[in-house]
């Protein structure tokens, strides 16, 4: 049986597998921090859905020994949602805001006094009725914190928001090797026998993302245990993979209806983002945050100024799917 008391989410950098680049810079920042008693600069960490943002902003604060408050923008409606946060923050604490891109324009401008100057600004007093004589604009002084966000989208913040960032990381696919040895690690703590070559196995169907590495690990676990296989090698995750209909290259049912669309229906495009949108009835967001970073970076498409395009290699890999 699957156990969950641990959880597979690394807690510490050294488990954190992968992103070398990002962890070697994290360490140097870290250990400077703790040197010199001070808290870590404001940070974005950017990055395709499931790299390991919230991952490793969790992992940043148990290094550092404090605490973290995780939300998310969509989440955050009102002013007093987020003023409500940044006043509770102790010295030291992390506030980590996922999507901010998504932050709506009077929120962002909150954060830009607290970032830069630890103070924001509240209106107290005149009941319900902000005319009123009594309601006065109070600037409150905060404690110094770190703010982490994190974001699917960079090119979408504002030049006034990312320049109170002092560190910009940017987490890319993993290759297959880490994600195989994701794999390896979560099958230990879940108690799931599995060989090196099961593991690359699920590794190359897991577009380049340890989320999906993850959630790959536990479906083939639940086709061996029903075909009472008690360790998951080569041939018992290559026949999962295929009765989950996850195509070589990770291409799962959402990106093969795109990469369709644009090919045969669209003749390769190029294609707006709107019609495509509309001709496979899938979210603009959906698409531009989940579908497409991967199939930019295996080549398969490109993002012009006229539209999306299909490059003969998605062309190819669509006529070998329709021939196995
Ligand atoms: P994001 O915030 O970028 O969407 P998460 O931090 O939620 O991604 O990561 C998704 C899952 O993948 C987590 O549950 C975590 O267990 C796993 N994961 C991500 N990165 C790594 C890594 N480098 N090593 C091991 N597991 C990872």
Do not use: W
């Amino acid at each position: 049986m699957i156990s969950e008391k641990h959880s597979i989410r690394p807690l510490k950098l050294n488990d954190f597998i992968g992103q070398e680049e990002v962890k070697k810079q994290l360490k140097v920042f870290i250990e400077a921090c703790k040197i010199q008693g001070k808290t870590l600069d404001h940070t974005i960490l950017s990055g395709p859905p499931g790299l390991g943002k919230t991952t490793l902003a969790t992992i940043i604060a148990s290094e550092l020994g404090t605490n973290i408050k995780i939300t998310s923008a969509p989440v955050l409606e009102k002013k007093g949602d987020l003023v409500g946060l940044l006043t509770s923050l102790k010295e030291g604490d992390i506030l980590f805001i996922d999507e901010i891109h998504r932050l709506t324009p009077t929120l962002e401008e909150i954060l830009y006094s607290a970032m830069e100057d630890f103070k924001v600004d509240v209106v107290v007093g005149g009941g319900s009725n902000r005319k009123a004589r009594s309601a006065k604009a109070i600037r409150l002084d905060i404690n110094k914190f770190t703010l982490i966000g994190a974001t699917t989208r960079i090119g979408m913040l504002s030049t006034p928001l990312i320049s109170r960032f002092g560190i910009i990381l940017n987490l890319d696919f993993y290759d297959e090797k880490s994600l195989k040895e994701i794999i390896l690690r979560s099958g230990k703590i879940l108690n799931i026998n599995i060989t090196e070559e099961g593991a690359l196995e699920i590794a190359k169907h897991s577009k380049g993302t340890p989320r999906i590495a993850n959630k790959l690990l536990k479906r083939v676990y639940d086709y061996a245990v029903i075909h009472k296989k008690d360790v998951i090698d080569r041939e018992t995750a290559f026949d999962a993979l295929r009765f989950l209909s996850i195509g070589k290259d990770g291409i799962d049912g959402l990106s093969l209806k795109y990469l369709k669309s644009l090919v045969y229906q669209f003749n390769c495009g190029p294609v707006g983002l709107n019609t495509i949108s509309f001709a496979i009835s899938e979210d603009k967001r959906t698409i531009e945050e989940v579908i497409e970073p991967y199939l930019l970076k295996l080549g398969f498409i490109k993002r012009t100024a006229k539209g999306r395009v299909a490059l003969p290699t998605a062309v190819e890999y669509l006529e070998n799917y329709e021939n196995t």
